[in-house]
Each structure stands twice: as structure tokens, then as C-alpha cells.
């Protein structure tokens, strides 16, 4: 009679060469699904909806905008059609900066309707005002010939940090990230939260020259406001 080998309490379970190779094979695709299905919820997107206005929130928009934008008759055969017109002409008269208003008060859908009047453009990005922080999304459509990526659209979302400090504007990237995942700080400049205007602002720049024509910037309660120098 042949005696059986009790197990003992030390023993382990032991797997075929077979076993190993089907749990190899699922942990494989398991990954593959999860990094599929990550890749189409975060770093592919589809293009936004334009911002629209109602009624009311375009008639503020539009008084806004109007000492930007002065339209002229539509009866002028030199501009193009598709500029906005009105039926007051364009009157000469001196210039003068007597009562005039230097201040800039956009909220956040007036930033995103402006831009909806691109439709091409709206379509693409999307801005978000916090307090003293702008922030971007964009769709950014990749070239059919990229390999993986060809024909997609890349999502893209960046901080820019606004205010006004020691009499002077800050401005600062906060981050850049790629489908959700933040880009090291290397990769684009090493200049996460760096002051752009007190790094770059030499004496006849961009960010000195910027810097001079702005007496304050802010964001707060989704407003962005800006004051102009004289």
C-alpha cells in the first residue's frame, strides 16, 4: 500500500509554466484597456461648446465693448460685410482724455462669449477666471500624419496666476498639464510660479513696457479688472 505524503503547514501552491503564461496574457490586457480607456477620457477630448449670452447679459457686454469697437455705416463700400454696423456715422471731433475710464471689468462667460465670436476658436479653448488665477483649456487638433495621436484632439490645460503686488503686475505660470497629468516644471523653461514680469522685465522689454501701462490686476469673483496708467 502506497503511503500519501501529508502536506505540511509550509507548503505553497505551485503553478504550471501554462498558468504563468494566461496570467502574464491577462494582467497584459487588463493594462492595455485601462491605458486605452485612460487615454480617451483624459488625454483625448472633444471640441467645447461656444459661450452664449442671453439677452440682458449681451446688452452689459456690448456697452462694454463699445467704446473698444465704434461701428460705422453700413453704406461704407471699403470695410468688409461682416464687421458689426450701425446707422450713426463716424464724426470728427478733437481728441481728449478728459472723464476718460481706464478700467477693464470682464466676468467669465464675457471672456468666453468674446471669444465665441470666433466659433473656430470657441470651439478650441475655454478660459476659467478664480481668484488671481486664469485658466486655459484647449483642444488642440494633432496632424493626421502624427503616429498614435494622428487625427485626435489633444487636450491641454494651463494656470497663469494674476494679480498686482508692491506696485507692480505679477504674472505667473501655475502648471501645464497634458491629458490631466502635470508636465515637470523642466520641461517647459523651469519657470513654474515665476513672476514673469520681475524675471524677464528688463529695461525695455515686454514685461517692463507691460508692467508700466498697468496700475492694477486683479481676479477676483470671476471678474477679471484691470486699470490702465495714463
Same mark, same amino acid.
Given at each position: 500500500m502506497n503511503a500519501h505524503t501529508p502536506k505540511t503547514a509550509g507548503s505553497t501552491r505551485t503553478f504550471s509554466g501554462?498558468?504563468?503564461?494566461?496570467?502574464?496574457?491577462?494582467?497584459? %490586457?487588463?493594462?492595455? #484597456?485601462?491605458?486605452v480607456?485612460?487615454?480617451?477620457?483624459?488625454?483625448?477630448?472633444?471640441?467645447?461648446? &461656444?459661450?452664449?449670452?442671453?439677452?440682458? $447679459?449681451q446688452q452689459v457686454l456690448d456697452a462694454k465693448m463699445a467704446p473698444l469697437l465704434h461701428t460705422v455705416d453700413a453704406g461704407s463700400p471699403a470695410l468688409p460685410s461682416s464687421l458689426p454696423v450701425t446707422h450713426m456715422p463716424l464724426e470728427p471731433e478733437p481728441y481728449s482724455e478728459s472723464g476718460p475710464n481706464r478700467?477693464?471689468? %470682464?466676468?467669465?462667460?464675457?471672456?468666453n462669449a468674446l471669444l465665441a465670436k470666433d466659433s $473656430?476658436?470657441?470651439?478650441?479653448?475655454?478660459?476659467?477666471?478664480s481668484d488671481d488665477l486664469l485658466s486655459v483649456k484647449l483642444v488642440v487638433p494633432m496632424n493626421e500624419d502624427m503616429p498614435l495621436v494622428g487625427g485626435k484632439m489633444l487636450k491641454l490645460?494651463?494656470? #497663469?496666476? %494674476?494679480?498686482? $503686488?508692491?506696485?507692480? &503686475?505679477?504674472?505667473?505660470?501655475?502648471?501645464?498639464s497634458v491629458g490631466g497629468i502635470p508636465l515637470p516644471s523642466a520641461w517647459?523653461?523651469?519657470?513654474?510660479?515665476?513672476? %514673469?514680469?520681475?524675471?524677464?522685465?528688463?529695461?525695455?522689454?515686454?514685461?517692463?513696457?507691460?508692467?508700466?501701462?498697468v496700475e492694477d490686476l486683479k481676479i477676483k469673483d470671476g471678474e477679471l479688472h484691470v486699470i490702465l496708467k495714463e
Amino acid at each position: 500500500m502506497n503511503a500519501h505524503t501529508p502536506k505540511t503547514a509550509g507548503s505553497t501552491r505551485t503553478f504550471s509554466g501554462k498558468q504563468v503564461i494566461v496570467f502574464i496574457g491577462l494582467a497584459v %490586457l487588463a493594462t492595455a #484597456l485601462v491605458t486605452v480607456w485612460w487615454v480617451n477620457q483624459y488625454l483625448f477630448a472633444k471640441m467645447f461648446e &461656444p459661450t452664449r449670452l442671453n439677452a440682458a $447679459e449681451q446688452q452689459v457686454l456690448d456697452a462694454k465693448m463699445a467704446p473698444l469697437l465704434h461701428t460705422v455705416d453700413a453704406g461704407s463700400p471699403a470695410l468688409p460685410s461682416s464687421l458689426p454696423v450701425t446707422h450713426m456715422p463716424l464724426e470728427p471731433e478733437p481728441y481728449s482724455e478728459s472723464g476718460p475710464n481706464r478700467e477693464i471689468r %470682464l466676468t467669465e462667460r464675457e471672456v468666453n462669449a468674446l471669444l465665441a465670436k470666433d466659433s $473656430e476658436m470657441a470651439r478650441h479653448m475655454a478660459v476659467d477666471l478664480s481668484d488671481d488665477l486664469l485658466s486655459v483649456k484647449l483642444v488642440v487638433p494633432m496632424n493626421e500624419d502624427m503616429p498614435l495621436v494622428g487625427g485626435k484632439m489633444l487636450k491641454l490645460n494651463f494656470g #497663469l496666476a %494674476l494679480s498686482y $503686488e508692491n506696485g507692480k &503686475p505679477v504674472v505667473a505660470m501655475r502648471g501645464i498639464s497634458v491629458g490631466g497629468i502635470p508636465l515637470p516644471s523642466a520641461w517647459w523653461g523651469d519657470i513654474k510660479n515665476t513672476n %514673469l514680469v520681475e524675471e524677464y522685465g528688463g529695461s525695455g522689454g515686454f514685461w517692463d513696457q507691460f508692467a508700466k501701462g498697468v496700475e492694477d490686476l486683479k481676479i477676483k469673483d470671476g471678474e477679471l479688472h484691470v486699470i490702465l496708467k495714463e
